[in-house]
Nanobody, 111 residues
Framework: EVQLVESGGGLVQPGGSLRLSCAAS????????MRWARQAPGKGREWVSS???????YYGASMQGRITISRDNAKSALYLQMNGLKPEDTAVYIC?????RGQGTQVTVSS
């Protein structure tokens, strides 16, 4: 069974940083493209970033320049380093693989 478990969210002040983690199991992580998406209150899902099996990274326009996606295949872990956070970044951040999604981790940016 595929499992994706996010962690690392929390409350941070504008301009602050957070590092999100996703622990993956139940599939061959090293052979899978991984994604981060987010969903803000009252809004639809927004793709944030992807990383291919060869480490190639892709970023959505809304957070590009402020985030770095990475993976550790030995640990079956996906990460998202977020810097310069803004109130509009407040959302549930979700780890995805194919059609599978985790439960998400809440990020709240507020003073």
């Amino acid at each position: 069974e595929v499992q994706l478990v996010e962690s690392g969210g929390g409350l941070v002040q504008p301009g602050g940083s957070l590092r999100l983690s996703c622990a993956a199991s139940g599939f061959t992580f090293s052979n899978s493209t991984m994604r981060w998406a987010r969903q803000a209150p009252g809004k639809g899902r927004e793709w944030v970033s992807s990383i291919d099996i060869d480490g190639t990274t892709y970023y959505g326009a809304s957070m590009q320049g402020r985030i770095t996606i990475s993976r550790d295949n030995a640990k079956s872990a996906l990460y998202l380093q977020m810097n310069g956070l803004k109130p509009e970044d407040t959302a549930v951040y979700i780890c995805e693989m194919g059609t599978k999604r985790g439960q998400g981790t809440q990020v709240t940016v507020s003073s």
